[in-house]
């Protein structure tokens, strides 16, 4: 069993930007895939970002690419989320999930994730 915690999210104005973090309580974060979601009221969660277990692999939503950034520190068991020139429809609860592979890839599919945090809400007013 993995928990993550997120934390990092709030309330930010247009253009602004917020660092989400999720930790990770495994002695093996190095062997998961960490992806970021979003899920918005009345929508379905989508991924945002994910990242292989090494860091060296990334993607993007093409709604996020060249505005969020993932990355991960797996001495400290934390994956991040840094959201620049944030747009109102960024507005969602945040969730970062882990998925134990052995392949160094993403993992970009709600369905292939066993673990998830419990959110972070990221508000971010025009």
């Known amino acids: 069993q993995v928990q993550l915690v997120e934390s990092g999210g709030g309330l930010v104005q247009a253009g602004g930007s917020l660092r989400l973090s999720c930790a990770a309580s495994?002695?093996?974060?190095?062997?998961?895939?960490m992806g970021w979601f979003r899920q918005a009221p009345g929508k379905e969660r989508n991924v945002v970002a994910a990242i292989s277990k090494s860091g060296s692999r990334t993607y993007y939503a093409d709604s996020v690419k060249g505005r969020f950034t993932i990355s991960r520190d797996n001495a400290k068991n934390t994956v991040y989320l840094q959201m620049d020139s944030l747009k109102p429809e960024d507005t969602a609860v945040y969730y970062c999930a882990a998925a134990q592979i052995g392949v160094d890839t993403m993992v970009v599919a709600v369905y292939e994730y066993p673990y998830w945090g419990q959110g972070t809400q990221v508000t971010v007013s025009s």
């Open positions: 495994t002695r093996t974060f190095s062997s998961y895939a």
